[in-house]
């Protein structure tokens, strides 16, 4: 089995900064991609950025230039420093791994959630 464990989520004032982090652990042969997403009340959840084992990124064009994606291959972890953090941010974030397990299994798997409230 495999966990993703999330942590880093608060309140915080517009123009501040963030920064989640996210540890898979269990029984892990190997870790392809690695990222997050969020989830909006009332929205779809919705793609932040991802990072491939390569270091490799992605990112939604609605945070480019504020957010950036970060990973720790020997500790299997996964960061995203957030900064002028707007309103709009308000959300669940989830940290999402791509993950073939020590019985050659491959799968995707979600953390559990943490909440990110940006609000004066």
């Known amino acids: 089995q495999v966990q993703l464990g999330e942590s880093g989520g608060g309140l915080v004032q517009p123009g501040g900064s963030l920064r989640l982090s996210c540890a898979a652990s269990?029984?892990?042969?190997?870790?392809?991609?690695m990222g997050w997403y969020r989830q909006a009340p009332g929205k779809e959840r919705e793609l932040v950025a991802t990072?491939?084992?390569?270091?490799?990124?992605n990112y939604a064009e609605s945070v480019k230039g504020r957010f950036t994606i970060s990973r720790d291959n020997a500790k299997i972890t996964v960061y995203l420093q957030m900064s002028s953090l707007k309103p709009e941010d308000t959300a669940v974030y989830y940290c999402?791994?791509?993950?073939?397990?020590?019985?050659?299994?491959?799968?995707?798997?979600w953390g559990q959630g943490t909440q990110v409230t940006v609000s004066s």
């Open positions: 990072i491939t084992s390569g270091g490799s990124t």
């Open positions: 999402n791994a791509d993950v073939v397990t020590m019985t050659q299994f491959r799968n995707e798997y």
């Open positions: 269990g029984s892990i042969f190997r870790v392809y991609a």
